[in-house]
């Protein structure tokens, strides 16, 4: 006997376009923790100075967490029947994390990360808007891994404010 679907939800017959849809943007979602993971490896690594620990100290966790993040994705992408992609298919965007000229150059380190989590953010808005009554389980996954970005972003953000109050950024 053929084993039947279920007849509700994203592994139904009915939404397979959809999950297909669902998947790629997963996909996206795992290379944006990737190239975040290396990014934070080398921004939390690279910078010099005094006020560079609190930075480094941060990214060093943060390292761990999109790790996570991206582990995630990738379970999610195989439960949707899909396939985690090999790393011939990653493409890198993440210009505005690039080493900066000068390694003591912490404000640019702090405007790359905020710049990335927002790209996170407004990624993963969009996963949870579409994921909306139709697969409960990727939102919920979502919604947890948003939590952690805006905790992120908010983290850096004052990061920032303490240069701009002293005029350096
Ligand atoms: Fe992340
Ligand atoms: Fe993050």
Do not use: C
């Not at 439960?79 to 965007?93: D, M, R, T």
């Not at 994390?97 to 380190?109: A, F, G, K, R, Y």
């Amino acid at each position: 006997m053929a084993v039947r679907s279920a007849s509700e939800g994203i592994l139904s017959d009915d939404n397979s376009s959809k999950r297909n849809e669902l998947i790629e943007l997963l996909k996206r979602s795992y290379w944006m923790e990737i190239e975040t993971v290396m990014s934070y490896i080398a921004n939390s690594i690279n910078p010099d100075g005094v006020r560079a620990q609190e930075i480094i100290e941060s990214l060093q966790a943060d390292v761990q967490e999109e790790l996570g993040h991206a582990q995630q994705f990738a379970s999610r992408i195989k439960q949707l029947y899909g396939v985690v992609p090999g790393s011939l298919n990653f493409n890198a965007e993440q210009s505005y994390l690039q080493p900066p000229e000068h390694q003591t150059d912490i404000v640019h380190v702090i405007k790359g990360v905020i710049e990335a989590e927002t790209g996170a953010i407004e990624h993963y808005n969009r996963i949870i808007e579409l994921t909306d009554g139709l697969d409960y389980v990727t939102q919920d996954m979502v919604i947890a891994i948003l939590r952690d970005e805006e905790a992120h972003r908010r983290l850096f953000e004052g990061y920032l404010r303490e240069y701009e109050v002293e005029g350096l950024a």
